[in-house]
């Protein structure tokens, strides 16, 4: 079946750094990808639509400045955390659908764990 | 590891409620949810449940957990066409294991 890749799987870095994580769908192409966060023991929370080719969606309440969002091609999408802070601390989860369709699946990455000290 | 399963389609008429049911082999979480996916949109939660409750009612919607039998199930109460969408069970772990979604069809 389809596969999800992320990298890192997880990351430690300092505070005021900044931290990409990778989202690539493997063997198939995603003109669409989703970001999620989950902070622990909490649900899923979807920060953002990546839309390759154009600028993503963010969700209310989510910073723009502070998500860099890029879908540079149809198998790749990136996720900068800018300037990180403890509090972005979290698990960043990102997932594909296979297609544009009703009956397409969505497959889920494996995560990328941020601590930032 | 831990499974979590749904049926895969529902096709039900305005106005009647519709129940999306959902089974999984182990949860050690304190939450279970559900999340609506709109076409072409991302995941949205919908609504919860605490492990300790066997049910819980939002507006249209009722979530009823066993336990016992590790089911868990949504009711949408007057189902409208703007209901129509995928539904997916999510039940914690060591991480979020979702089922693979139950497509409601809602027909005028």
């Known amino acids: 079946g389809a596969v999800v890749s992320q990298h890192p799987s997880w990351v430690i870095c300092k505070s005021g750094t900044s931290v990409k994580i990778e989202c690539r769908s493997l063997?198939?192409?995603?003109?669409?990808m989703f970001w999620y966060r989950q902070f622990p023991k909490q649900s899923l929370m979807l920060m953002a639509t990546?839309?390759?080719?154009?600028?993503?969606?963010?969700e209310q309440g989510v910073e723009k400045d502070k998500f860099l969002i890029n879908h540079a091609s149809l198998t790749l999408s990136t996720l900068t955390v800018t300037s990180a802070h403890p509090e972005d601390s979290s698990f960043y989860i990102c997932?594909?659908?296979?297609?544009?369709?009703?009956?397409?699946?969505?497959?889920f990455g494996p995560g990328t764990r941020l601590t930032v000290l | 590891g831990e499974d979590v399963e749904q049926s895969l389609f529902l096709s039900v008429r305005e106005g009647d409620s519709s129940v999306i049911n959902c089974t999984y082999t182990?949860?050690?979480?304190?939450?279970l949810y559900w999340y609506k996916q709109e076409p072409g949109a991302g995941l949205q939660l919908l609504t919860y449940?605490?492990?300790?409750?066997d049910m819980k009612q939002d507006q249209r919607l009722t979530v009823l957990l066993n336990k016992k039998d590790k089911h868990l199930s949504l009711r949408i109460a007057d189902t409208q066409t703007g209901d129509s969408a995928i539904y997916f069970c999510?039940?914690?772990?060591?991480?979020?294991?979702f089922g693979a979604g139950t497509r409601l069809t809602v027909k005028p």
């Open positions: 997932s594909a659908p296979t297609g544009t369709g009703w009956y397409n699946e969505q497959f």
């Open positions: 063997d198939f192409q995603a003109t669409t």
């Open positions: 990546s839309n390759e080719g154009s600028k993503a969606t963010y």
């Open positions: 182990d949860s050690s979480s304190t939450y």
């Open positions: 449940i605490f492990s300790n409750m």
């Open positions: 999510a039940v914690p772990n060591n991480d979020m294991r």
